[in-house]
């Protein structure tokens, strides 16, 4: 079934990012985190009109199903009470979540609480300047899925940025069993890179939401980049990450978009974007 995510509120408007500003200049560890509500995002999805979405590439098929979210989402959530309470809890659902499915009936109320839910965090560690050196850090973004999301797609994360360079990247996607809720295996992601533009750089990959042969869903992952300033001088790192929804049966991609301070990203036509995150470091002075 092939259902869209989205934080707009209309098709076609750029999704509103939450910002975080980091000027204390401290050397550590910080994580910022947004979060999205599947079904809060169908919801939105569903009012959009049927020329709007075909214009945006959707199929007549995928339109019906996006106009029966309602419907489609109370059968997904009605699957969940053929597992056990362990299965549960370990997919991320709470105790009330999981009375709430035991007792489902297909309200507005469950559907929303009971929903799954996309958390992307952006952790920035280590950004530092040492003087006649070029500024350093370790930039990554993870997300973590609670509870089973409706998609069978590929997605993407990707993250754009003020023209530093990597030296080096990793990504691991983790991946669930849908019935117990047991880890079982990682591996890596896709390396997608972005299409280029002046003063900025990015970094993508893809991987497939769900393995249905094995029975699994990519609950989380991480891609963490390792990055060097482009000059000689502290310079502040911009940023702008969020993790793409494929809505439709294409390979997902992405394009940098903005620059200097305002970088960004938009995802090729049938991905959504979903928990934007965007904000800044300034490197510490060490001797």
């Excluded at 401290?26 to 809060?40: M, R």
């Excluded at 990554?140 to 994360?157: F, L, N, Q, R």
């Excluded at 393995?211 to 869903?217: A, Y």
């Excluded at 300033?229 to 940023?239: E, L």
Aim: charged share 25%; glycine share 8%; net charge neutral.
């Amino acid at each position: 079934m092939i259902l869209a995510l989205s934080l707009v509120l209309g098709m076609g408007t750029a999704a509103f990012a939450e910002t975080s500003n980091d000027t204390t200049g401290k050397l550590g560890h910080t994580v910022e985190t947004s979060t999205c509500n599947e079904y809060a995002m169908l919801k939105e999805l569903a009012k959009e009109s049927e020329f709007s979405l075909v214009k945006l590439g959707y199929t007549k098929s995928e339109i019906v199903e996006i106009k029966d979210y309602k419907e489609n989402y109370t059968k997904h959530l009605e699957k969940l009470d053929k597992l056990e309470d362990q299965g549960l809890t370990n997919l991320g659902y709470d105790e009330e979540q999981i009375k709430m499915i035991r007792t489902f009936k297909g309200s507005e109320a469950e559907l929303y609480g009971l929903s799954a839910t996309l958390s992307l965090n952006v952790v920035k560690t280590d950004f530092r300047y040492k003087e006649t050196e070029r500024s350093r850090g370790t930039f990554s973004y993870e997300w973590t899925w609670s509870g089973i999301p409706m998609s069978t797609s590929t997605d993407i994360v990707a993250a754009s940025w003020n023209d530093w360079e990597i030296v080096s990247r990793s990504s691991t996607i983790k991946y669930y069993d849908m019935t117990t809720g047991s880890y079982e295996k990682s591996t890596t992601g896709t390396r997608k890179d972005p299409t280029s533009s002046g003063g900025i750089a990015g970094a993508g990959y893809t991987f497939p939401l769900r393995i249905s042969k094995e029975n699994l869903f990519a609950k989380n992952g991480k891609v963490s980049l390792n990055l060097i300033s482009d000059v000689f001088s502290r310079k502040v790192f911009y940023y702008y990450a969020a993790y793409g929804h494929t809505v439709l049966s294409v390979s997902p991609s992405f394009a940098l978009s903005g620059s200097g301070i305002n970088v960004g990203i938009e995802f090729s036509s049938g991905v959504e974007k979903l928990s934007p995150k965007k904000g800044n470091s300034t490197p510490k002075v060490i001797s």
